[in-house]
C-alpha cells in the first residue's frame, strides 16, 4: 500500500536550514507529481511546492527563493531544502503525491529563538 514517510523536521533558530525527507513506497514515485504541504498552528493546510517527474518545480511565494524542493527517483525520496528560516515557516510539514488520497504522519518543523 502507499506509504509517505517525512522526516527531517526539528527546532531551528531564525535563519537557520533544516532539509526535509520524503521516503515513498507502494507506488510508481517517478511517474508523479510530489507536492509539500505545510500546515501551521491554527490555520489551514497550504501548498508550497510542487516538482514533476521530470523536475520541474513551482514554489508559493512565502517560501520562493529560500526553498528548493528536488527529488531523486532512483530513491523513490523527494526533499525539500529550507534556508534562511523564519518564525512564520513553524508548521507540521507534509508530502503527498498528486492524484493519490493519502497523507503521511508530517514532520514538524518549529522556528524560534
Known amino acids: 500500500q502507499v506509504q509517505l514517510v517525512e522526516s527531517g523536521g526539528g527546532l531551528v533558530q531564525p535563519g537557520g536550514s533544516l532539509r526535509l525527507s520524503c521516503a515513498s513506497s507502494?507506488?510508481?514515485?517517478?511517474?508523479?507529481?510530489m507536492m509539500w504541504y505545510r500546515q501551521a498552528p491554527g490555520k489551514e493546510r497550504e501548498q508550497v511546492a510542487t516538482?514533476?517527474?521530470?523536475?520541474?518545480?513551482n514554489y508559493a511565494n512565502s517560501i520562493k527563493g529560500r526553498f528548493t524542493i528536488s527529488r531523486d527517483n532512483a530513491k523513490n525520496t523527494m526533499y525539500l531544502q529550507m534556508n534562511s528560516l523564519k518564525p512564520e515557516d513553524t508548521a507540521v510539514y507534509y508530502c503527498?503525491?498528486?492524484?493519490?488520497?493519502?497523507w503521511g504522519q508530517g514532520t514538524r518543523v518549529t522556528v524560534s529563538s
Open positions: 503527498k503525491a498528486y492524484t493519490i488520497n493519502y
Open positions: 507502494g507506488f510508481t514515485f517517478s511517474n508523479y507529481v
Open positions: 516538482i514533476s517527474s521530470v523536475g520541474i518545480t
